[in-house]
């Protein structure tokens, strides 16, 4: 069983930055590929970004490469979201999640734990 539990959204202005914790129970973190996901309003849960267990390798979906960095303390069992050059199209709940699986990281049905959420508003 893993716990997950998700901080660090807010309101910010476009072009603004935060930063994203997702805080994990365990120990056994760090055999877990983790992800973050977001959900817009009437809109699927996407995936953001995703890192391997050891840190070591990164995905990241189209719309966030290049903004978003995704990375992990395995020490702390914390995973990290830094989010720059927001805008609006960004405004969703965000969601940490872990998977013990090591393929098709990119889809949502590969996660086995998922925290409740943050919610992230960017205004414009």
């Known amino acids: 069983q893993v716990l997950l539990v998700e901080s660090g959204g807010g309101l910010v202005q476009a072009g603004g930055s935060l930063r994203l914790s997702c805080a994990a129970s365990g120990r056994t973190f760090s055999s877990y590929f983790m992800g973050w996901f977001r959900q817009a309003p009437g809109k699927e849960r996407d995936f953001v970004a995703g890192?391997?267990?050891?840190?070591?390798?990164?995905y990241y979906a189209d719309s966030v490469k290049g903004r978003f960095t995704i990375s992990r303390d395995n020490a702390e069992t914390t995973v990290y979201l830094q989010m720059n050059s927001l805008n609006p199209e960004d405004t969703a709940v965000y969601y940490c999640?872990?998977?013990?699986?090591?393929?098709?990281?990119?889809?949502?049905?590969?996660?086995?734990?998922w925290g409740r959420g943050t919610q992230v508003t960017v205004s414009s």
């Open positions: 999640a872990a998977s013990a699986r090591n393929s098709l990281l990119r889809n949502r049905d590969s996660y086995n734990y």
């Open positions: 890192v391997s267990g050891t840190g070591g390798i990164t």
